[in-house]
């Protein structure tokens, strides 16, 4: 079977996409940032040091004996790319140990999806960080946030969501969670194996998106 080299290199840097503030912690598109907040509820107090470096709150520490970093932009979602591209530099991390959590409005809420490498299918947060790191063959774990129809999608993913969704929304950050560590432990491709095997989820990575998103 051919493999490519973005699912088998070990990724060393986890980072969650958002916007910095407390008007939008909440709110749909900060599903990066929520699913770092996860990971790091779920280790043992100390285990990761807090810094600020390269525009972004920055984690360091280890995961299972190898050095993990974990690393939420505060540049706003437009510009993520700044931050990691700026700390990957520094931190001489290549491309393909780089995983990218993000917002999906083709993702239902309560879904997520693993990927290896493509489009940014819209998202301009993702879309910085690819141009940033000069490739495509960037891992992605997309969270399903739901699509609210033409011409509302600001206001949509900066609001929260209510009741069911978000119930489902709480538990696929949880899922998400366990992915991420799935994929660090064992690789992305069993990650993706167990992830992505649901057949309702729509193959969302490689769609041509006619949305507009926002954020500054």
């Known amino acids: 079977m051919d493999v490519t080299r973005s699912s088998v290199s070990p990724v060393e840097l986890v980072v969650g996409l958002g916007n910095p503030g407390s008007e939008y912690a909440n709110s749909r598109h900060n599903a990066g940032f929520m699913v770092i907040e996860r990971l790091l509820a779920g280790f043992p107090a100390g285990r990761f040091e807090e810094t600020r470096i390269s525009e972004?709150?920055?984690?360091?520490?280890?995961?299972?004996?190898?050095?993990?970093?974990?690393?939420?932009?505060?540049?706003?979602?437009?510009?993520s790319g700044n931050a990691v591209g700026g700390f990957c530099r520094k931190a001489r991390i290549g491309a393909d140990r780089v995983l990218v959590i993000l917002d999906d409005m083709d993702l239902e809420?309560?879904?997520?999806?693993?990927?290896g490498s493509g489009s940014a299918a819209g998202h301009h947060g993702l879309e910085s960080v690819i141009s940033a790191l000069g490739t495509s063959e960037v891992k992605r774990?997309?969270?399903?946030?739901?699509?609210?129809?033409?011409?509302?999608?600001?206001?949509?993913?900066?609001?929260?969501?209510?009741?069911?969704?978000?119930?489902?929304?709480?538990?696929?950050?949880?899922?998400?969670?366990?992915?991420?560590?799935?994929?660090?432990?064992?690789?992305?491709?069993?990650?993706?194996?167990?992830?992505n095997a649901r057949p309702e989820d729509p193959a969302a990575d490689d769609k041509t998106s006619t949305k507009k998103e926002v954020l500054s």
């Not at 509302?152 to 560590?181: H, I, M, N, Q």
């Open 56 to 79: 972004s709150r920055l984690f360091s520490g280890k995961f299972r004996g190898r050095s993990l970093y974990l690393q939420m932009p505060l540049t706003y979602m437009n510009l």
């Open 109 to 115: 809420p309560g879904r997520i999806r693993l990927k």
């Open 141 to 195: 774990l997309r969270i399903g946030i739901g699509h609210p129809g033409p011409g509302k999608t600001v206001d949509y993913v900066l609001s929260g969501f209510e009741g069911d969704e978000e119930r489902k929304f709480s538990a696929a950050l949880d899922t998400a969670a366990e992915a991420v560590k799935m994929v660090l432990s064992a690789g992305m491709d069993r990650a993706m194996n167990r992830y």
